[in-house]
C-alpha cells in the first residue's frame, strides 16, 4: 500500500535492507543446516548420502588441510592466479586498443565488427582443438584459451564503453582545439576508463570460470587441475575444496576490482 | 571612427546563415537560424556583444557556427577575416552544460586548455593557477571537479576559456547557474579579463539585465527559427555599476527589450507554421 516501504510480498522494488538481509542470511542458514544433517554422520558409515555423492562440510575442511598440507593446493592457486593474470594481460593490451580504436573511428569499427561479434558468439570450448594444434599442450594453450575466453567480451565492452563517454566532453575538447590523437587520449580514453575497468571486471570473472575447462586436460598443474585429478579418484571432498578454493579467490578478486573503481574511478 | 572600422579585419562576419535541424526524430529538418547577417568591426578596446532570445531559439547553434563546430547549411562565417570551416583556433566557447572533466583536477582542466594550444608546461601551470585565482577557485587547485558546485565547476569552464586568451570568446549562457551574489562578481571579474584582453566577447543569455550591464550592443533573436529583429547599441559609460539598475533609462531599454521578447514568443506558432521545408 504505502510507496515508502515495500510490503514483505510485494512485486519488484526493494525489501527494506534490514528484512533482505534477514532473508538471505535465513535461505544461506536453513541450506547449510540441510546439507549438515543430510552429511552427518551419527553412526560409522551411517549417513543419509555418501561423502562420494556429496561430503560433508567437515570433509571438505579436511579434504582442504589435506591440499594444504601436501602443498598441492598453495601452488594450485599459485599456477592458476599466474595463468590468468597472464592472460588478462594481454586481454587489456590487445581488447584495450582494438575497442578504444573500434569506438572512436568508424572505419576501423565496419572492418573489423563483424569478426568480433562472430567469434563472441563461438564458445571457446570450439577453439580447444585448434588451440592444441597450434599452440600445443604446453603452458601457452592454457593461456590461450583463456585469451581467447575473454577477449572478444573485452573488446566489445571497451568499444561500448568509449561510445558512452558523454558528447559534451567531445565537444569541448573539439573546440578547445584537441587533436584526433588528443580526443581519443585525453578524453575518450579517460572518460571510459569506469567502464574498461568494469569489463576487465566482467572478463576476470570469466577467467576464473574457465580455468577449470582450461586446467582441466593435459594440464599438470592449477586449480583446475587439481580438481580433474580428484574427481578421478573420486575424492569428492577435494573436488569441493578446489570449487570453494576458485570460488572465494574469483569473489575477492572481484573485491578488489570494484573496491579500486570505487575508490579511483568514479565518474 | 567608421572609416577606422572598416579599414580592419572585422572580429567576425556572418552572412546570411541558414541551418535546419529535424526537430522531432523522423522528421523533414525545420529551419532552427534562418538568414542572419552579423557584421561585428573590430575595436580597438575590445567588444562586447549579447545575443539575447527566447529558450530554444537557436542561439546555441548560431554560436556552434561561429566556433566552427557546426557548418551552416547555406551562408558563410568568418572570423577575424578567415572563413570558418571546422573547429576555429582563434575562438572558445564557454558552453551552456558543465563540461569540465572529471579525471582531471581543477587545475587539469584549465591547463588541458592551454595544453592543446601548445603552451609549455611552466607557463602552462602558471597561466591555469592565475586565471583559476582571477575567478574566485584559487584555494581549490587540487580538487576534483565533481567535489565543487555547479556555479563552481561553471567557473572553472570560464577559466579554462579564458586563460587561452584567444581574440574571440563564445560564452553560452555562461552564468545561468550562478546565485546573484556570484553572478555579480563573475559578471565583474569577466568585464575586467576582457578590458585587458580587449578581444571580442560574445555572450548569450536570457537575462536582460545581464546584457545590458554588459554589452555594448545587444542583438535581439525571434523565436525559432532565430531571426534577426532588434539590434540595440547599450548608450552606457563604463564601469558599470549595480546600481544602473534602478536608472531610468536602464528601466526604460529593459522595457522595450521585454517587450520585444515577449513579441518575438507571440509569433512562434506562427514562425513554425510557415517553417515546414
Ligand atoms: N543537434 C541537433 N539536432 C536536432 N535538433 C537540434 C540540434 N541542436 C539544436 N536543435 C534544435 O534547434 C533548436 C534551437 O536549439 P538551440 O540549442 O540553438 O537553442 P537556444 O536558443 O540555445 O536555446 P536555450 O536558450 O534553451 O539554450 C531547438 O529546437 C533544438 O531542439
Ligand atoms: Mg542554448
Redesign the pocket.
Known amino acids: 500500500m504505502s510507496n515508502q516501504k515495500q510490503h514483505l510480498l510485494g512485486m519488484r522494488g526493494a525489501l527494506s535492507r534490514r528484512a533482505d538481509t534477514t532473508l538471505s542470511l535465513l535461505a544461506l542458514g536453513i541450506a547449510f543446516l540441510v546439507w549438515f544433517l543430510v552429511t552427518y554422520e551419527y553412526a560409522p558409515e551411517k549417513r543419509l548420502v555418501t561423502g562420494l555423492f556429496l561430503p560433508s562440510p567437515i570433509d571438505i575442511v579436511h579434504g582442504t588441510q589435506n591440499l594444504f598440507r601436501t602443498g598441492e593446493m598453495p601452488g594450485a592457486i599459485w599456477v592458476s592466479m599466474w595463468r590468468i593474470a597472464q592472460a588478462m594481460f594481454y586481454t587489456i593490451l590487445v581488447g584495450v586498443p582494438v575497442g578504444v580504436l573500434m569506438g572512436s573511428v568508424p572505419i576501423i569499427d565496419a572492418l573489423l565488427r563483424k569478426f568480433v561479434d562472430g567469434f563472441k558468439s563461438v564458445p571457446p570450448t570450439a577453439f580447444i582443438g585448434l588451440i592444441i594444434l597450434w599452440f600445443g599442450i604446453e603452458e601457452r594453450s592454457k593461456t590461450v584459451f583463456l585469451f581467447l575466453g575473454a577477449i572478444f567480451y573485452m573488446i566489445l565492452m571497451t568499444k561500448n564503453a568509449i561510445r558512452n563517454v558523454p558528447e559534451s566532453y567531445v565537444t569541448v575538447a573539439t573546440d578547445i582545439g584537441a587533436s584526433r590523437l588528443q580526443l581519443i587520449r585525453s578524453v575518450l580514453l579517460p572518460g571510459a576508463l569506469p567502464q574498461i575497468w568494469d569489463a576487465i571486471i566482467v572478463c576476470s570473472g570469466l577467467m576464473w570460470t574457465y580455468i577449470i575447462l582450461a586446467e582441466w586436460v593435459n594440464a599438470s598443474s592449477g586449480l583446475g587441475h587439481t580438481i580433474s585429478i580428484a574427481s578421478r579418484l573420486n575424492r569428492s571432498d577435494e573436488v569441493f575444496a578446489g570449487v570453494i578454493a576458485i570460488a572465494i579467490i574469483s569473489a575477492s578478486t572481484d573485491w578488489v576490482l570494484r573496491a579500486i573503481r570505487r575508490r579511483f574511478l568514479n565518474w | 571612427m567608421d572609416e577606422q572600422k572598416t579599414a580592419v579585419t572585422p572580429f567576425v562576419e556572418i552572412r546570411h546563415v541558414h541551418k535546419a535541424?529535424?526537430?522531432q526524430p523522423n522528421t523533414k529538418p525545420?529551419p532552427?537560424?534562418e538568414d542572419v547577417s552579423i557584421l561585428i568591426p573590430h575595436q580597438e578596446e575590445g567588444e562586447f556583444v549579447a545575443f539575447l532570445?527566447?529558450?530554444?531559439?537557436?542561439?546555441?547553434?548560431?554560436?556552434?557556427m561561429i566556433s566552427g563546430l557546426?557548418s551552416p547549411d547555406k551562408g558563410e562565417v568568418y572570423a577575424l577575416g578567415k572563413q570558418v570551416s571546422g573547429p576555429d583556433p582563434q575562438s572558445v566557447t564557454v558552453q551552456?552544460a558543465y563540461t569540465c572533466f572529471p579525471w582531471l583536477t581543477v587545475l587539469g582542466n584549465v591547463e588541458f586548455g592551454l595544453k592543446t594550444h601548445g603552451v609549455e608546461a611552466v607557463e602552462r601551470r602558471k597561466l591555469a593557477t592565475e586565471y583559476l585565482h582571477k575567478v574566485g577557485l584559487g584555494d581549490r587547485l587540487d580538487a576534483n571537479p565533481r567535489q565543487l558546485s555547479g556555479g563552481m565547476q561553471q567557473r572553472v569552464a570560464i577559466a579554462r576559456t579564458l586563460a587561452m586568451r584567444l581574440p574571440i570568446v563564445l560564452m553560452?549562457?555562461p552564468f545561468g547557474a550562478l546565485d546573484a551574489q556570484t553572478r555579480a562578481d563573475m559578471q565583474e571579474t569577466l568585464l575586467h579579463l576582457w578590458q585587458d584582453e580587449k578581444n571580442l566577447v560574445v555572450f548569450?543569455t536570457?537575462d536582460i539585465s545581464e546584457a545590458l550591464l554588459l554589452a555594448n550592443r545587444i542583438i535581439v533573436?525571434s523565436a525559432?527559427p532565430?531571426r534577426i529583429i532588434y539590434d540595440m547599441l547599450v548608450p552606457f559609460e563604463r564601469p558599470r555599476p549595480q546600481s544602473l539598475l534602478y536608472d531610468s533609462q536602464f528601466l526604460q531599454l529593459s522595457q522595450v527589450l521585454i517587450g520585444l521578447l515577449k513579441h518575438s514568443e507571440a509569433t512562434t506558432s506562427d514562425n513554425t507554421s510557415t517553417s515546414g521545408n
Do not use: N, W, Y
Request: glycine share 12%.
Open positions: 535541424f529535424p526537430i525545420a532552427v537560424v532570445g527566447p529558450s530554444g531559439c537557436g542561439k546555441s547553434t548560431l554560436l556552434h557546426l551552456q553560452d549562457e548569450v536570457h533573436f525559432r532565430a
